[in-house]
C-alpha cells in the first residue's frame, strides 16, 4: 500500500533539494504539499502556490504577518486531517521547526523529518533540544553538523550535497569568448529587487572599464524576466542591448561559459563554487536587517558565505552588509577581473572544496 506524505519546500533552493529526495523516496509514498516547478515536475500535488513563501527580511515577514499566519494554520489544519504516514520539511527552519512543534502540540504521531539543518552553527544553539523534541530524524547537507547535536537524543544523517551529484566527476573550463560575467541577484523577490539595480549598475561601471566583457543576469522565474528588463534599461542603459536575461532552464549553459560571477550570497555561491567561477559574494541588508542579525539573532561568523564556512577560510570575497554601492561591487569584481592570480587561488580553493 502507497503511504502519504505532506511535503514543505518554501523557497527555491528547498525546491530543488525536495525534488531530489522525491525522486529518490517516490515508489514508497504519493506527495502533497508546497513546492516550486521542480517538486511539482517530481509528482507533488499542490496544496497551496508556492509563491505565497519565502518572504526576506524582517519588513517582509512583518508585512505579510497575517497572511502567512492563515497559511499555517491552514496546512497544520490540513495534516492534522489527512494524517499523513510522514511530514517532510525542506530547509525554511523558522516555518518548519514552529510547525512541526505545532503538529507534535496537537497529538500528531506520524514521522516529521527536517531537511537540512537549521544553522545553529551561527546562530540559535539554544534551539538545539527544540529540534531534538521537534523531530523524529535531521538529515543534513554538510559533515560538520551531525556532532553539533551529539549531547542529543535526535538522529541525525549527513546525506551530502545533491549539488555534487549533478555535476560531472572532472570540470574543465572552457574559455568564453565573449569574455563572460554572470549576475545572480537571488532565487526571492525580495532578493532580486534588492541586489538586481546594485548588480545592473555594478556592471555597467564595470564595462565602461572592460568593453570587452558581456554581462548576463540570471533569471530564476518567468515572472521576473519584466521587471529585470525594466531594470536593466533603468539602471544599465548603456549595456541594454547587449545584456543577456538567461531563464533558470538554461542557468547550466551560464555556469559553464561564465568567467567570473556576481552573485547574492547563498546557495548558488556553493553552485559557483563547486563549477569553479571565480565570484564576489554580495548581501545587501537594510539597517534594520542589519541590526536585527547584530543584536537580536547575535550572528557573528568568521565568514558568510557557504563557500568560505565550508573551506574555513576566504575563497570567494564578500560584499556583505548595509550601505553597499554598485561602485563598491564594481571595485571588488573589478580587481578580481583584473588580476589572473587572485583568480587561480580562488579556482584552487573551489578545487578544494570539493574534494
Not at 564556512?309 to 553597499?324: D, Q, T, W
Request: proline share 7%; glycine share 6%; with cysteine.
Amino acid at each position: 500500500m502507497t503511504r502519504q506524505c505532506f511535503i514543505f519546500a518554501g523557497e527555491a533552493s528547498g525546491d530543488f533539494l525536495g525534488s531530489r529526495l522525491m525522486q529518490a523516496i517516490g515508489s514508497q509514498f504519493v506527495f502533497q504539499g508546497v513546492g516550486g516547478p521542480q517538486m511539482l515536475a517530481a509528482g507533488l500535488s499542490p496544496i497551496l502556490p508556492f509563491d505565497r513563501f519565502g518572504q526576506m527580511g524582517l519588513s517582509a515577514i512583518l508585512k505579510n504577518f497575517f497572511r502567512l499566519r492563515r497559511d499555517f494554520y491552514f496546512l497544520l489544519e490540513h495534516v492534522l486531517k489527512q494524517k499523513p504516514d510522514l511530514v517532510l520539511c525542506i530547509d525554511f527552519p523558522g516555518w518548519n521547526l514552529r510547525f512541526g512543534a505545532a503538529l507534535r502540540k496537537k497529538g500528531f504521531l506520524g514521522r516529521i523529518v527536517q531537511y537540512v539543518s537549521p544553522s545553529v552553527w551561527a546562530h540559535g544553539k539554544r534551539r538545539m533540544q527544540k529540534i531534538a523534541d521537534t523531530f523524529d530524524l535531521l538529515l543534513t547537507l554538510y559533515p560538520f553538523e551531525p556532532p553539533l547535536f551529539a549531547h542529543t537524543p535526535l538522529s541525525v544523517a549527513f546525506v551530502g550535497h545533491p549539488l555534487i551529484e549533478t555535476l560531472p566527476v572532472t570540470l574543465r573550463k572552457a574559455s568564453s569568448k565573449p569574455p563572460c560575467i554572470a549576475l545572480f541577484p537571488g532565487s526571492r523577490e525580495q532578493e532580486v529587487i534588492r541586489h538586481a539595480p546594485l548588480f545592473l549598475q555594478a556592471a555597467a561601471l564595470l564595462h565602461e572599464k572592460y568593453p570587452e566583457v558581456q554581462f548576463s543576469i540570471s533569471c530564476l522565474t518567468d515572472s521576473f524576466r519584466p521587471w529585470l528588463e525594466k531594470s536593466a534599461l533603468l539602471y544599465a542603459p548603456r549595456i541594454f542591448d547587449q545584456l543577456q536575461i538567461v531563464p533558470n532552464m538554461q542557468k547550466e549553459s551560464l555556469l559553464k561559459r561564465a568567467s567570473l560571477a556576481i552573485a547574492k550570497s547563498g546557495t548558488v555561491t556553493l553552485e559557483l563554487g563547486l563549477h569553479q567561477i571565480p565570484t564576489l559574494a554580495v548581501y545587501s541588508l537594510s539597517y534594520w536587517d542589519f541590526l536585527f542579525a547584530k543584536y537580536l539573532m547575535r550572528l557573528k561568523l568568521p565568514f558568510y558565505c557557504l563557500v568560505n564556512l565550508l573551506a574555513e577560510k576566504e575563497v570567494f570575497p564578500e560584499c556583505i552588509g548595509p550601505n553597499i554601492t554598485p561602485e563598491t561591487i564594481a571595485q571588488r569584481a573589478g580587481s578580481i577581473w583584473q588580476d589572473l592570480m587572485v583568480q587561480k587561488n580562488i579556482i584552487e580553493g573551489c578545487v578544494a572544496l570539493r574534494e
